[in-house]
Structure formats: C-alpha cells, structure tokens
C-alpha cells in the first residue's frame, strides 16, 4: 500500500536514481563515487592498491549504506489518487523513471499504471476501466495484474502483463497501449512464434538488451524468452534457455546436447546487467544466475540451489528472491 524511496550512498559521495528494469526491480543509475570497489559476481571485492608484488591482495567488505523513506502511500491497502500521504496502492510491483523525473508504477492488483511525481502525488495512467485485454488509448485500455516495465531505446515502454499472458507496450508519450507478442491462450501453454501466436505460460518480467531486443521471464514454463523485432514491425519470440515444462537448475549451455544444457526453476525477476549480460532470480531454487551477453550460457551468480536462507557471504543462501536491480558500483 506504500511506495519507498531508496537512496543510495557508497563512501564519502554517493547517491542512486532509480530507472525500472526488470520483474519488480529499480535499477540505480550510476552516481556514486568513491564507494566500495566494484565486485565481480557480488559479495567482496579485492583492494587494487597497497600490495607488493606477489603478495595475496586483502579483500575488502562492500558495505552499502541506504536510507529507506516513503515516497508515496498510506501503507493501506488501496486505489486512490492523491498526495503523498493520502494515496493509496494494492501491491505496486515494478517501477520505471520516466525522463521528466515521475516514476511510472505497475500496480498489479489494481490491474493498473500509475504515475508518481518526486513528491509523491499520484495518478492513475491506465486502470479506470478495470480488468481486461483491451489496446488503443489510455482511456480505453486495459490491464490484468500487470508486473514489470523495461525502456526499449526508443523510448517506448514494455509492459508484461501477467495474467493475460500478453507482452504489451505503452508509446513514449504516454498515450497507446499496444499489445506485441503473446495472449493467444490463457492456458500456461508454451509456444514460439510471431507476435499473437507465440504464447506465453507465465510471463513475470522482462528486461532491454541495448540492441533492442527483449528478455521475457516465462516463469511457468521455467524458460527465458527472446523477443526481436522485425523489419515489417513484428516481434519474433524464441526460447533462449530452459526446457519448456521441466524445472531444473543446471548450470550450462542453452543449446545442444539435452544433458547438459541449463535448467531454470521459477524464474522471476531480470535486470539488464551494464557487461551485456541478463542477471535473473529463481524462486524454484532460491538463487540468482547470469544469462551470458551471447546468450548461449547460463551460470549461477549467487545462492545455494535448493537451500532456502538468509546468509551472506561465499556461501549465501536466499529464500525465493524475486528481483534483481545492479546499483552504482557493479553490485546486485
């Protein structure tokens, strides 16, 4: 029922602005300066500096330091427009910043997008109309459980919506709601293809690689999901990785030989990673691993499969993490 800020800071200067990317995640925009060294996979990062030659390099703790405020919300369940403190939301999922500072929301209960302005005030975009599938304006469009936002480079804006199994974009103005890839069946059935007749078993959320292309979380099908846009304004959808229908958690290849190719189980959340590559979330095995910029690998970033747990550490432990966001210094 509440929206919250956080605010970076990592050392003497820090500071992130938040920009969606991804199933529930906000990722921070770049900004901190002298913080914690970067860490390759998360966790600590070893000093560049202080040691001789041949000499075993200290590792040094990251610490990153936030403060945590509410920027819109009563914390009541809710659908209502209004001030920071008087507006109500019912389970707000995802967040994108839009280039004049608000933040567009996916509100998933309310079956709508919302707007936030850096004060807090907010309004409905699209959800007065209620539940449904319906393209066109924004007065005239509708939504069902809608769970993430990515930016393409163009500006327009995807949406996953959830429960209708529909991958959808919202025009940069903010005017049009058109529905790209999937919806064909609203059972959980997996199928490639162009546009309307690729069909989705759950999508959670998705994610913008920097040539346009999308990665959609098919959570149902324990798959990713490709999506390309084509010189005559389609999208194709392709699996990438996973097998459809079998949940596994196999570190490998996403083609070839059926043994040995990776397996996903549940995954949730993406985020779009500054190296090119797709860092994603499993619930079905409590872990957070890394599609490779190729595509052609997967690898588990963090966690320890099957083990639900909060330890940090090496051998860290989550218990079904359903977003991802990378902040300033390389961190997940």
Known sequence: ?????LLGRGGAHGGARH???GGGSATAAAGARGGPARAQGGGAARGQGGASAGAKKPQAEVSLRYTVSVLSGTGILGFEDNTANRARFAHPTSSLELPDGRLLITETHNNSLRLVTPEGHATTLVGHQ???TRDGPIAQARFQRPRSLCLLPDGTIV?????NRRVRTLSADLETVATIAGGQHHDRIHRDGMGGNANFGLPTAAAAGPDGSVIVVDKATHTLRQMVKRTDGRWEVTTIAGTPGVAGQRDGPCKGNADRMAQLNQPEGITA???GSFVFTE???HTVRRLAADLRSVTTFAGTSMLAGEADGKHSSFNCPVAVAEVADGNF
């Open 1 to 5: 029922g509440a929206l919250s800020g």
């Open 19 to 21: 920009r969606g990317d």
């Open 130 to 132: 209620g539940a449904g």
């Open 159 to 163: 949406v996953v919506d959830m429960d």
């Open 273 to 275: 990673a500054s190296d």
């Open 283 to 285: 619930v079905g095995s």
